[in-house]
């Protein structure tokens, strides 16, 4: 399942999923864009082409941003939601303290302020100025996405 170099025509479509979704015009000429057969987004460096023979056994290569859904959607990681977040003004969700650990636990979530959020939609979750990934956004809460190597256990957070 080797990742390959995405065609100028696919960084336009992930661009405009990009700011159909979250609002945000992102410029991804800067970087390398990958996509494996799972529909998974890695960004590298212009520089990184120089190993082209090695990247074209791999699955993956460069920073994992998000994976495409169908109906025009991105589901973007922690990193992603850091990168994509600087720019949003949409389907972004504001939680308190209480409610960011929770999330970062792997457990629903329940908002404090959502900005031109769409049910049923990713959305990017923010605490305080910083981005923590996305879920989608349920009637009552926020199911979380985060995978579980990247959660944050409950004895880890009282120390």
């Known amino acids: 399942m080797q990742a390959k170099k995405a065609s100028l025509k696919e960084i336009e479509d992930i661009e405009k999923i990009i700011e159909k979704n979250y609002g945000a015009k992102l410029d991804l000429s800067n970087y390398e864009v990958y996509i494996n057969k799972r529909g998974e987004i890695f960004l590298a460096s212009k520089s990184i082409s120089t190993v082209e023979n090695l990247i074209e056994k791999s699955s993956y290569f460069g920073l994992y941003i998000g994976k ?4 025009q959607k991105i589901q ?4 992603g939601s850091q990168i994509v977040g600087k720019q949003a003004n949409k389907n972004i969700a504001i939680l ?3 409610n960011i650990f929770k999330f970062m636990e792997g457990l629903p979530a329940k908002w404090k302020e959502l900005i031109n959020c769409e049910k049923n939609n990713f959305v990017l979750i923010k605490n305080n100025n910083d981005f923590f990934g996305s879920g989608i956004l349920r009637e009552d809460f926020i199911e979380n996405y985060v995978p579980k190597g990247r959660r944050i256990m409950t004895s880890i957070k009282k120390i």
Do not use: G, M
């Not at 973007?76 to 990193?79: F, K, N, Q, R, T």
């Open 96 to 98: 308190d303290d209480e």
């Open 76 to 79: 973007l990681s922690v990193e």
């Open 68 to 71: 495409l859904k169908r109906n």
